[in-house]
């Protein structure tokens, strides 16, 4: 069956300081994942499409990858989720600055909309119309974001609404779903970044 590949971006300077979303660059680590990926997905892999998000971390996330055969496309749908008037904070930064807020994302966090921004719900509508095009008979890698991965996965999964915030999504691996049987066989290849 078809085999749809996701991988998280590579570690970004955000991550390193735990800053929720922004359009960071990736750190000399993120860019090693992104050299042994891009090893990885020309020497063994047979991928007709990469789609990436349009930030700069999912771009160089995938800039190893040769694009003689495997066409790339950056899909606006794919960004990671919008934190509105919290975008660039850290967890502790927005915490501190609006204890309710952050309260109320702890007790809801699939339902909480980021004021200006939006919430896992908004995210996994936003991303529906994609999953059509990203179920195709053609091999294809997906470069984007965690909250964005645990919405496809909850999909292919079908997992409770209720987990989709809370799904583990290892970073520095590859996700690989391969249909078969009427179901998403889900494998993880960690690499050693
Ligand atoms: O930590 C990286 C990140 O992609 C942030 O940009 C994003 O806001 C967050 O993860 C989503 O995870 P959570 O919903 O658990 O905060």
Same mark, same amino acid.
């Given at each position: 069956?078809?085999?749809?590949?996701?991988?998280? +971006?590579?570690?970004?300077?955000? /991550?390193?300081?735990? #800053?929720? &979303? &922004?359009?960071?660059?990736?750190?000399?680590?993120?860019?090693?994942?992104?050299?042994?990926?891009?090893?990885?997905? /020309?020497?063994?892999? !047979?991928?007709?499409?990469?789609?990436?998000?349009?930030?700069? #971390?999912?771009?160089?996330?995938?800039?190893?990858?040769?694009?003689?055969?495997? $066409? #790339?496309?950056? $899909?606006?749908?794919? /960004?990671?989720?919008?934190?509105?008037?919290?975008? +660039?904070?850290?967890?502790?930064?927005?915490?501190?600055?609006?204890?309710? *807020?952050? !309260?109320? !994302?702890?007790?809801?966090?699939?339902? @909480?909309? @980021?004021?200006?921004? *939006?919430?896992?719900?908004?995210?996994?509508?936003?991303? *529906?119309?994609?999953?059509?095009?990203?179920?195709?008979?053609? /091999?294809?890698?997906?470069?984007? +974001?965690?909250?964005?991965? #645990?919405?496809?996965?909850? !999909?292919?999964?079908?997992?409770?609404?209720?987990?989709?915030?809370?799904? $583990?999504?290892?970073?520095?691996?590859?996700?690989?779903?391969?249909?078969?049987?009427? $179901?998403?066989?889900?494998?993880?290849?960690?690499?050693?970044?």
């Amino acid at each position: 069956g078809r085999i749809l590949y996701l991988t998280r +971006h590579g570690e970004s300077m955000y /991550n390193l300081e735990n #800053r929720i &979303g &922004g359009n960071p660059s990736l750190t000399d680590r993120g860019h090693e994942y992104a050299l042994q990926l891009g090893g990885y997905v /020309n020497g063994k892999l !047979r991928i007709s499409q990469v789609w990436t998000s349009q930030l700069i #971390r999912t771009l160089q996330t995938s800039a190893y990858i040769q694009d003689i055969e495997t $066409k #790339r496309i950056q $899909k606006p749908e794919l /960004n990671e989720i919008l934190s509105g008037i919290f975008d +660039h904070l850290t967890y502790e930064e927005f915490k501190a600055q609006n204890p309710k *807020e952050y !309260r109320q !994302r702890e007790l809801n966090k699939l339902t @909480y909309q @980021y004021p200006s921004g *939006e919430s896992y719900l908004d995210l996994c509508s936003r991303i *529906e119309p994609i999953m059509q095009a990203m179920d195709t008979k053609e /091999n294809l890698l997906v470069v984007c +974001h965690q909250a964005v991965i #645990r919405c496809i996965l909850a !999909r292919f999964q079908r997992k409770a609404a209720i987990e989709i915030p809370y799904i $583990k999504v290892p970073s520095h691996s590859l996700i690989k779903l391969t249909w078969v049987d009427g $179901k998403n066989l889900m494998e993880v290849i960690p690499f050693d970044v």
